[in-house]
């Protein structure tokens, strides 16, 4: 098994872009077609404009509750890359690991039905390479020290709460804009 590697998002540098999305969704699904993309880009929106934007995918858990919950063991760790991977033959779309992950990076293919989620390409992730602003890197997982690993999943766990918002934050963002302009 090659050295495990992990992404970090750093949500401070996402511009939004999307590019990581529609490469993402080219490679997987032959299409650009947000639907089938395996990183999500989570968006607090009030009144037409972005406050926080989020890249979402999976963090390929020390110990990951989707593969606990799956009643059909059809989440295994890749040999080579140290992913956690979904076997399609053996999903049933029970949705039970969309409801067990933390972060949401867990999908259910609109066509297949099946579950879907970040496999790292195989160890070469297309989304890093045309991710411009540097919001995704690719590192080894061991050179990223268990502080620096929570760190990064703090800020990104804080921006997700930011892009659901509660009604009392969306209002005070949409007070904001209007005291803007």
């Given amino acids: 098994m090659r050295k495990p590697k992990v992404i970090l998002v750093d949500p401070d540098k996402c511009t939004s872009c999307k590019q990581c999305e529609k490469v993402c969704s080219l490679k997987h699904g032959g299409e650009c077609n947000p639907a089938l993309s395996r990183i999500k880009i989570m968006r607090n929106e009030v009144m037409g404009q972005y ?10 858990c020390e110990m990951p509750m989707c593969k606990e919950v799956c009643p059909m063991e059809a989440i295994y760790q890749d040999s080579e890359t140290g992913a956690y991977l979904i076997n399609e033959e053996r999903c049933i779309g029970c949705r039970m690991c969309v409801i067990s992950c933390p972060l949401g990076a867990i999908e259910i293919d609109p066509v297949k039905h099946t579950a879907f989620k970040c496999d790292l390409c195989e160890g ?5 390479k045309v991710c411009l602003s540097g919001a995704l890197t690719y590192v080894d997982k061991d050179k990223v020290g268990f502080s620096e690993r929570r760190e990064a999943l703090k800020k990104l766990s804080d921006r997700l709460v930011l892009v659901a918002g509660t009604p009392s934050e969306v209002a005070i963002e949409a007070d904001k804009v ?4």
Avoid: H, T, Y
């Fill in 178 to 181: 209007r005291e803007a302009n």
């Fill in 51 to 60: 406050f926080v934007s989020v890249p979402v995918l999976c963090q390929q």
């Fill in 124 to 128: 070469d992730p297309e989304c890093v």
